[in-house]
């Protein structure tokens, strides 16, 4: 089974940086990959799909980026908001799996 | 509006059974694929199963193969996970979750969760 690596585990920011969040696929896994987000006591929220398309609703300081095996999401300006953790997962066939998450906080 | 909402989940003792369920509504349930995903307390997400819209062909994480059966009634707009010979770390809040697009993709509706907890 192909397994999906998020690094890193968890970070810390101040508001308005740049944050960059990586996802790594064991094989090829085309550009079959989701990014959501889950605030805490929340349920996971769909940011990005096909690697690159942001989900109708979602705000425009987030993207992805990345085809085959490495994937990217940026947070171009981290809001307050944005205090959450990020998976990837995989979708192109079961098992669906995901990243271990990377849980983001504000410095 | 699309809404799923999970029902069933409680506690339970180790080696017992349960059956969750999800009830869909806002689009044409028969023709998506809808899955089972799972949480343990603290933990990050698991993938636990799929079930195919139109062909209703079925997908199992290995951590749940041979102990839990999915299933659904289109009829009834209903997503079910039979679980049986539970153990404690199948402690979590189940998901029931909605494909993006009928023949796959992503998650895009979440219910809310149901929690189940394997405990003596």
């Known amino acids: 089974d192909i397994q999906m690596t998020q690094s890193p585990s968890s970070l810390s920011a101040s508001v308005g940086d740049r944050v960059t969040i990586t996802c790594r696929a064991s094989q090829d896994i085309s550009n079959y990959l989701a990014w959501y987000q889950q605030k805490p006591g929340k349920v996971p929220n769909l940011l990005i799909y096909?690697?690159?398309t942001l989900q109708s609703g979602v705000p425009s300081r987030f993207s992805g980026s990345g085809s085959g095996t490495d994937f990217t999401l940026t947070i171009s300006s981290l809001q307050p908001e944005d205090v959450a953790t990020y998976y990837c997962q995989k979708y192109n066939s079961a098992p669906l799996t995901f990243g271990g998450g990377t849980k983001v906080e504000i410095k | 509006e699309v809404q799923l909402q999970e029902s069933g989940g409680g506690l339970v003792l180790p080696g017992g059974s349960l059956r969750l369920s999800c009830a869909a509504s806002?689009?044409?349930?028969?023709?998506?694929?809808v899955s089972w995903v799972r949480q343990a307390p603290g933990r990050g997400l698991e993938w636990v199963s799929t079930i195919g819209g139109s062909d209703g062909s079925t997908y199992y994480a290995d951590s749940v193969k041979g102990r839990f059966t999915i299933s659904r009634d289109n009829s009834k707009n209903t997503l079910y996970l039979q679980m049986s010979s539970l153990r404690a770390e199948d402690t979590a809040t189940y998901y029931c979750?909605?494909?993006?697009?009928?023949?796959?993709?992503?998650?895009?509706?979440w219910g809310q969760g149901t929690l189940v907890t394997v405990s003596s």
């Open positions: 979750a909605k494909r993006r697009i009928p023949g796959g993709s992503a998650f895009d509706c």
């Open positions: 096909g690697a690159s």
């Open positions: 806002g689009f044409t349930f028969s023709s998506y694929a």
